[in-house]
């Protein structure tokens, strides 16, 4: 991958972040790079071919935090999988994936279909290690795997709207996060 491609796709993940996918045009783009938008074009011709090489990062990015999970003991997992899902974005940005799931009926048909990989694959990470806390008796027996992962992201997700919107962080809400989950 070139330089050029890989800061296009850096600089639109910042801003999928910052204002959400639907609100950038390749002017955001082009100007801080200080390219042209034909330039833009050169690496991704339509807005949907950049999304969709964004949302194959996001997957990689995944499969890789994934990977480095295993070396960690089961106990650790889900707290070190919470904490990169809600620390790894400033005050004022949200999740890149939150933000296309939030665009995610004006994206379009291929983009959706990318979306709704990325938010299977994190989903299922996070249900693969509270089934395994589950199958060690780390977790009652009764509790629906998918429902909990779920309400986990959604906690640490949410966490990362209300840090935006309200301009202040919450560290001991992650705190009470890890709690709850201990």
Request: hydrophobic share 40%.
């Amino acid at each position: 991958m070139t330089n050029r491609k890989q800061e296009i796709m850096e600089l639109t993940l910042k801003l999928i972040r910052e204002k959400g996918y639907l609100a950038i045009s390749y002017d955001d783009l082009s100007k801080p790079l200080g390219v042209t938008k034909a330039s833009i074009h050169y690496h991704f011709e339509k807005k949907e071919d950049l999304g969709l090489a964004v949302t194959d990062r996001m997957i990689h990015h995944l499969t890789q935090f994934s990977e480095s999970l295993s070396s960690f003991p089961l106990e650790e997992r889900l707290k070190r999988f919470v904490k990169d899902r809600a620390s790894r974005f400033g005050g004022h940005e949200i999740c890149p994936i939150s933000s296309l799931q939030s665009d995610f009926e004006s994206l379009p048909e291929m983009l959706q279909d990318k979306v709704r990989e990325v938010s299977e694959l994190e989903l299922s990470i996070l249900s693969t290690i509270i089934s395994e806390l589950k199958q060690q008796g780390l977790l009652d027996e009764s509790e629906d795997v998918e429902a909990l992962a779920i309400a986990i992201l959604a906690l640490s997700k949410g966490l990362l709207q209300y840090q935006r919107v309200l301009g202040r962080g919450f560290p001991h809400s992650m705190q009470k996060i890890s709690h709850l989950l201990a």
